[in-house]
């Protein structure tokens, strides 16, 4: 474990990638398995799907093995119930050396109306390793739409506070959150 400054890196692999090249999808119903004794989805099997979800748009970024660094944000904004269909979409929001955050939007649709509404948001972070789990370095990432710029733009500030709460990073050297106040 480093505790040194945070210094976002340029990479040195030459490559670049836009957030459409490794973003992935999936629907689950939610079964009996899945839910508590009110019949509504487990935050813990929910977490379980977007932990999956984001590793295969690290992993197709990076083109690496990842491992779930952190995880920055979760909300529950509303109970989602059995038998609904549940889509996650995650997208890397933004690449540093070896670290990537990526973003997971949730949508529930009704299985009886087909209602479909976004339900849920998180944010997580995975560091490409290679075969000994030595973290490696990772391509650019370019954002294209006006949502991807402004999370890309957003996502150091996340960083550097997810580094002051674990303890990697000193709150003096969080430039970016210093700016806020
Ligand atoms: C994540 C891990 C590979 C980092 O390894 P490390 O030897 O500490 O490496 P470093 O200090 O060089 O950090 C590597 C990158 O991770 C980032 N990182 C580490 N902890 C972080 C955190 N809590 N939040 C955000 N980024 C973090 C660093 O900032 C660095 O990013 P950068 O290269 O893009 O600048 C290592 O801690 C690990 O293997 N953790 C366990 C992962 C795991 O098993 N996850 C599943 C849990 S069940």
Redesign the pocket.
């Given at each position: 474990?480093?505790i040194?400054p945070?210094?976002?890196?340029k990479s040195t692999l030459n490559k670049q990638k836009t957030p459409s090249e490794s973003r992935a999808t999936a629907t689950h119903i939610v079964l009996p398995d899945d839910t508590n004794t009110l019949n509504n989805l487990m935050g813990g099997r929910l977490m379980y799907w977007m932990d999956v979800i984001s590793a295969v748009a690290a992993h197709r970024h990076s083109g690496r093995v990842v491992?779930?660094?952190?995880v920055?944000n979760i909300s529950f904004n509303q109970p989602i119930r059995l038998g609904d269909f549940v889509t996650l979409e995650a997208n890397v929001s933004r690449?540093?050396?070896?670290?990537m955050e990526v973003f997971i939007d949730v949508w529930v649709e009704d299985h009886r109306t087909g209602e479909k509404k976004k339900c849920n948001e998180a944010i997580f972070?995975f560091?490409a390793?290679d075969q000994i789990?030595?973290?490696i370095?990772?391509p650019e990432l370019i954002p294209e739409s006006d949502v991807e710029k402004e999370r890309h733009a957003a996502a150091l500030r996340r960083?550097q506070l997810?580094?002051v709460?674990?303890g990697?990073m000193k709150p003096n050297d969080a430039t970016e959150l210093k700016a806020l106040f």
């Open positions: 474990m480093s040194l945070l210094r976002p890196k491992v779930t660094a952190s920055n690449s540093f050396g070896s670290s972070t560091v390793v789990g030595t973290p370095e990772v960083k997810s580094l709460l674990a990697r």
